[in-house]
């Protein structure tokens, strides 16, 4: 008998957040296409949340298939940023979820060593994504049944768009 | 078919030009206490963190304030120092609050017979940068490190002699109390 859809998940990790960003960030092209635009921004959201999360724990040196859990990875991940130097905004609601902190947790991450910094102009494009699709996606959105504007689902989908083909990069 | 390369960069808004031009201004001339309040942390790599809090941010969405501070940087002090910036961040005293990041709030409690009246001192913790965004009655006057508080309280004993005992320093809890008085039960 084969098996369901949720046996056959791997573990959470930096090569399968990677490939499911893209998978999600299709899933959000083709929603968006049918009219259903808050699904699309509930879907890109997540694509921005794990190709984030890829590049922060890819900088911190986890390996591509190593499994990323709540207590080893995200939450270490969260109170460092919350800590100086790096003194990241981090509210505590739905902090595994903020994408504009996980975006400002990896340039200031980069920023602490000249090797690993980015350039001042790609820093600010990689803040800039995390700060709009922060102001117009939360993971509650499936609770609501509120129909997305025009031009948030484009600006959702630009800033999700700009991290996923920079993802080589972040 | 004409072909168009499309740009990522907006230019900026009348509102980020306005909030730069004054803060801007704040960076020529620091002051000792109000709002804003700017704090730099250099890294090791000479990159700088700048965050900004400020409840004229309020109205602005947090890519104009990140791009509002930039162009202050720019105008007070130049490129260079404006590309030194790694991140910036512009937060209202609640949002600051709501992140964990001003712990230290300076209350005032007046009794008969202090040496200034409820308005002086409601009109001494705004002029320090006290918040009215959470409630115009309620003043947040709130720094990140008690060595701020204890500075600010300075001030306003120098300004009002004989309020040594009005100004009190309240540290909310953090995790990371709860954290170590868990550690400590454990090791009891």
């Known amino acids: ?170 | 078919m004409p072909r168009k390369r499309m740009g990522t960069e907006r230019p900026p808004s009348r509102t980020v030009t306005d909030l730069a031009e004054r803060l801007a201004g704040e960076l020529r001339n620091s002051r000792e206490g109000g709002q804003p309040l700017i704090y730099e942390t250099e890294y090791p790599s000479g990159r700088i963190r700048v965050i900004v809090i400020w409840d004229t941010w309020d109205a602005a969405a947090p890519e104009d304030r990140t791009s509002a501070i930039l162009r202050a940087y720019d105008l007070a002090e130049g490129r260079e120092s404006r590309d030194k910036i790694a991140l910036a961040s512009g937060l209202t005293v609640p949002e600051a609050c709501a992140a964990g990041m001003l712990p230290y709030q300076i209350l005032a409690a007046l009794r008969k017979g202090d040496p200034l009246t409820r308005e002086q001192a409601h009109q001494a913790m705004l002029e320090e940068g006290a918040s009215t965004l959470m409630s115009p009655d309620a003043l947040q006057l709130r720094f990140p490190a008690e060595e701020d508080a204890k500075a600010c309280v300075r001030r306003l004993i120098q300004r009002f002699p004989g309020t040594e005992d009005v100004w009190l320093i309240n540290r909310d809890a953090t995790a990371q109390d709860f954290a170590a008085a868990r550690d400590e039960a454990g090791e009891l």
């Open chain 1, 1 to 170: 008998m084969p098996r369901r859809l949720i046996e056959r998940c791997q573990p959470d990790s930096i090569r399968e957040f990677r490939a499911a960003a893209r998978e999600r960030f299709e899933d959000g092209l083709w929603l968006a296409a049918a009219g259903r635009r808050t699904g699309a921004i509930y879907l890109w959201g997540y694509a921005a949340e794990m190709t984030l999360k890829a590049a922060y724990f890819a900088l911190r040196g986890v390996a591509d298939t190593a499994v990323l859990t709540w207590n080893g990875h995200i939450q270490p991940a969260i109170n460092r940023g919350r800590a100086a130097p790096l003194n990241i905004a981090w509210p505590s609601q739905g902090a595994g979820h903020n994408v504009r902190a996980w975006a400002e947790l990896l340039t200031a991450e980069r920023s602490l060593a000249t090797a690993t910094a980015y350039t001042a102009p790609f820093g600010r494009d990689v803040q800039r994504s995390g700060q709009r699709i922060g102001r117009l996606w939360r993971e509650i959105l499936r609770y609501h049944k509120n129909v997305a504007y025009s031009h948030e689902v484009q600006q959702v989908r630009d800033a999700a768009e700009w991290l996923l083909t920079h993802s080589d990069a972040l």
